[in-house]
């Protein structure tokens, strides 16, 4: 059984990775490691239909190597002990903005 309190690191392996947020907080969006194109902000507020000013920090994802995905025009990650991903957190103003990035990435 989990502690609710506990925080797990989730990733998806395309250009964003999900980073220790709370299992079953729905009322807060959850912050987004993006490495990849979701880093840059016209795709971003394209994806979650909005023109507002992107929130990020400048972030390092510990243990994870990026990668070329062959035959795509995005990156992916493998966890590789000793590598490092630069990245930026992304704050979405909503869980509708979440669900459209989820959509995006294909979960």
């Known amino acids: 059984m989990k502690n609710e309190n506990s ?16 299992p079953n907080q729905s009322s807060t969006p959850r912050p987004i490691f993006a490495y ?12 979650v239909k909005s023109d507002n000013k992107l ?10 190597h990026r990668y070329t995905v ?3 025009s995005y990156p992916g990650i ?3 002990e000793g590598s490092t991903v630069e990245g ?4 979405p103003q909503s869980t509708d903005h979440v669900k459209l990035l989820d959509y995006f990435e294909g979960n």
């Open 7 to 22: 925080k797990e690191q989730f990733f998806h392996p395309t250009s964003t990775c999900l980073v220790n947020v709370k």
């Open 36 to 47: 990849g194109t979701l880093m840059n902000e016209k795709v971003y507020n394209t994806v």
């Open 55 to 64: 929130v990020t920090k400048c972030a390092t994802l510990k243990n994870f």
């Open 70 to 72: 062959e035959g795509k």
């Open 78 to 80: 493998i966890s590789k």
């Open 88 to 91: 930026c957190v992304i704050f």
